[in-house]
């Protein structure tokens, strides 16, 4: 039983404020595996005091003393990934072989990212009589989800503490061991008091109170584009900064050539892995229209070959976090059925043998139009949905036909022809063929959020620019 009860507060474990827990449930087992301590406004002031007295000294910490905690805590990272892999498999279910290999490794890649930014990112410029100078922008509420833990603790975290700010950071109540052991790791490396804070609890008890914070200058948050939408009308009366990455429908178009077969097959691959929960699945995958019935068979083999079970084992993915989120994607998948589309994988209910844990069957949709609900709304598990295009034009209309515009793919074979339909693609960050950088910009249009993370578009909202007149 994993038991977080006190929260790192101005260096120091310290009690909560108060004795309210929250009960953290294992989804491959639907039984409470942990508590943590539920924070409050209280625990919330305590730590953003401590950051901002904190502040004055880190903001001007040399780029050697940075460069010198960031590395103690990558010596720190490594220690402890064994932990760090095993809280994700238990608490939000990543089979063992993504939580020690692509989620751990995304965070340690942010953590490498960072460091080679800051040896030689550029704070001060003279540009003719004007000395542009990027300053902290000072002290930084953070706040985390539960799909990708590591990832959006680091792609935070790491940029923030390079630039020169103090900050608290808020985890996700359903997975708050990363954040735990993440703490531990910031404090074994020898992080300056003050510098990190972490206060565990849900958004009404810590996220409502840090956003709307008076001596909060940014928030940084990562989840539901509803959730979002509060945490920005907490923000407003404060005029400070804040950043979302929020939620996503993305694309994939399939380009007309011999791979389809073989980019259908990956494309299901993306999508289901994580168990589908991913802010930047191509969930919609666009294929041309008389390919459809070729499409479809693709995407039935590479689904039905899709393992699920034991996330302690070794399957392709594991249950999904919780109990709502499981009647959630069920529901959606009963309104696909009842509006048409064509099932071609999966379905309602659990997969054969899997009687207990939050398991969805790898879902697939054919002859989706883009109106029907499944094709609009993020569904948050392993369902895609495959809509027919008649020609590239009209791909690229359905594709940006969404209210969100996180993330896009494009497949196939002509690399001129995917970076044209790339440049048109009305979304942050676009995969031509799976590509993969970490210092690419990350984040969305529209009801995606507003903001950039990774590499060094991943400092910048983390500092203010100051203008000297006649330096």
Known sequence: MREYSKFYIGGQWVDPAGPATIDVVNPATEQVSGRVAAGSSVDVDRAVAAARGAFPTWAV?????????????????????????????????????????????????????????LENFVFEEQRGVTLVVKEPIGVCGLITPWNWPLNQIAVKVFPALATGCTMVLKPSEQAPGVGQIFAEILDTAGVPAGVFNLVQGDGPGVGVPLSAHPDVDLVSFTGSTRAGIEVAKNAAATVKRVTQELGGKGPNVILDDEALAENVAKGVGGVMMNSGQTCSAATRMLVPRGRMAEAAAAARSAAEATSVGDPTGEVAIGPVVSEAQFAKVQGLIAQGIEEGATLVAGGPGRPSGLDTGYYVKPTVFADVTNDMTIAREEIFGPVLVIIGYDDL????????????????????????????????LRAGAVYVNDAFDFGSPFGGYKKSGNGREWGEFGFTDYLEVKGILGY
Do not use: C
């Open 393 to 424: 034009d009209d791909a690229v209309a359905i594709a940006n036909d969404t209210d969100y515009g996180l993330a896009a793919n494009v497949s196939g074979t002509d690399q001129e022809q995917a970076r044209s339909v790339a440049r048109r």
């Open 61 to 117: 910490s040399t780029r050697e003393e940075r460069l010198e905690l960031l590395r103690s805590i990558q010596d720190a990272y490594q220690k402890r990934s064994g932990d760090l892999a095993a809280a994700l498999t238990e608490e939000m279910g990543a089979p063992a072989a993504l939580a020690g290999g692509f989620q751990l490794g995304l965070g340690g890649g942010h953590l490498a990212t960072a460091i080679e930014l």
